[in-house]
């Protein structure tokens, strides 16, 4: 089970610790505001009031052996500030992923600067898009077909590497359905990259990198591995 970090429990950052914890992952939900805190208790794994900006406290709550942390701050007052405190914090810990949540493009640059592996500017996209990002970052992107089936693009994981369609047995072992390939950078012949295969046969051979279109049901697509 991924492990989450959500630090700032706004609008943003308390629908995506509620849509994190619904898709099964454990969060830590963290605020200065005790009453928000309170509030979102029973939606989440753990809820704790802190002040992000300190790290051994951080560290007292385990955050630094989470998978990803997401800093929801608000940006009002010294909510900036804090962001980009945290966001050292949450590096200087060791923390594999940090994103965090930015009102304009340059409050998103010094993010940026300072260690984010990626900004979130919510009023573009929604909290629960982000919430199915980071549960399944092999998915690049979705398109709903009908309620709880989609189209998906994946990047095949190492363990698909040089594997053909056959011996992988999607739909067997996934129970999802392959609909086309894009060539990646690890292809054997480079010619090749780009190169878009609309009806892969049994013997075609798949390689780590390549951009996967599949279909399924959203629960087998996020079962489709990492790694």
């Known amino acids: 089970m991924k492990k989450f970090a959500v630090i700032g429990l ?24 005790r009453d928000i805190v309170e509030q979102i208790r029973d939606e989440v794994t753990h809820a704790v009031r802190l002040d992000s900006t300190d790290e051994d406290a951080l560290r007292a709550q385990g955050v630094d052996k989470v998978d990803v942390a ?18 050292v914090n949450l590096k200087a810990m060791g923390v594999p992923r940090v994103y965090a949540r930015a009102e304009t493009i340059v409050q998103g640059q010094v993010l940026e600067k300072v260690g984010a592996t990626e900004v979130i500017y919510p009023e573009i996209e929604s909290a629960q898009r982000w919430a199915g990002k980071l549960i399944t970052p092999q998915i690049l992107d979705k398109i709903d077909l009908s309620p709880g089936y989609s189209l998906a693009s994946v990047i095949a994981p190492y363990s698909f590497h040089e594997k053909s369609v056959l011996d992988l047995q999607l739909r067997q072992r996934f129970g999802v359905n392959l609909v086309s390939i894009k060539r990646g950078d690890n292809v054997e012949d480079q010619r090749q990259k780009g190169e ?17 279109m599949i279909t399924g049901s959203d629960e087998n697509l996020s079962a489709l591995p990492e790694k």
């Open 10 to 33: 706004g609008r943003f950052g308390r629908r995506l610790a509620v849509s994190l914890t619904n898709s099964e992952a454990e969060v830590i939900a963290i605020d200065q505001n």
């Open 70 to 87: 997401i800093v929801g701050i608000g940006q009002s007052g010294r909510g900036f500030e804090s962001s980009v405190l945290t966001v």
């Open 196 to 212: 878009i295969i609309n009806v892969p046969f049994p013997e075609t051979i798949i390689y780590a990198g390549d951009t996967l």
